[in-house]
Nanobody, 126 residues
Framework: QVQLVESGGGLVQAGGSLRLSCAAS????????MAWFRQAPGKEREFVAG????????YYADSVKGRFTISRDNAKNTAYLQMNSLKPEDTAVYYC???????????????????WGQGTQVTVSS
């Protein structure tokens, strides 16, 4: 069983930065694709960023390209999301997700992920 615990959310002014962390338990982290999703009130959960098992491939939603950076440290079983130039529309609950994969594929659909964290709130004020 894998447990994911997010941290690092909070309240920040527009233009500011936050770094989210996702700590994973278990022994499958280095064999798992990792991703960040977010869900704003009244909206569906959406893909934000994903990273392959080794960290060699990353993918981003168009809305965050150039502002967010996903990374991972397999030695620490932790994934990160560095968020810069934050906008009020980035306000949402952010979730990390994982799925064991056998290739470098990084799923972008929420339904393809096996494990989820509890979420961390990010609020960007204007």
């Amino acid at each position: 069983q894998v447990q994911l615990v997010e941290s690092g959310g909070g309240l920040v002014q527009a233009g500011g930065s936050l770094r989210l962390s996702c700590a994973a338990s278990g022994r499958t982290f280095s064999r798992s694709a990792m991703a960040w999703f977010r869900q704003a009130p009244g909206k569906e959960r959406e893909f934000v960023a994903g990273i392959s098992r080794s960290g060699g491939s990353t993918y981003y939603a168009d809305s965050v390209k150039g502002r967010f950076t996903i990374s991972r440290d397999n030695a620490k079983n932790t994934a990160y999301l560095q968020m810069n130039s934050l906008k009020p529309e980035d306000t949402a609950v952010y979730y990390c997700a994982s799925r064991v994969v056998v290739t470098t594929v990084v799923p972008t659909q929420a339904s393809e992920y096996e494990y989820w964290g509890q979420g961390t709130q990010v609020t960007v004020s204007s």
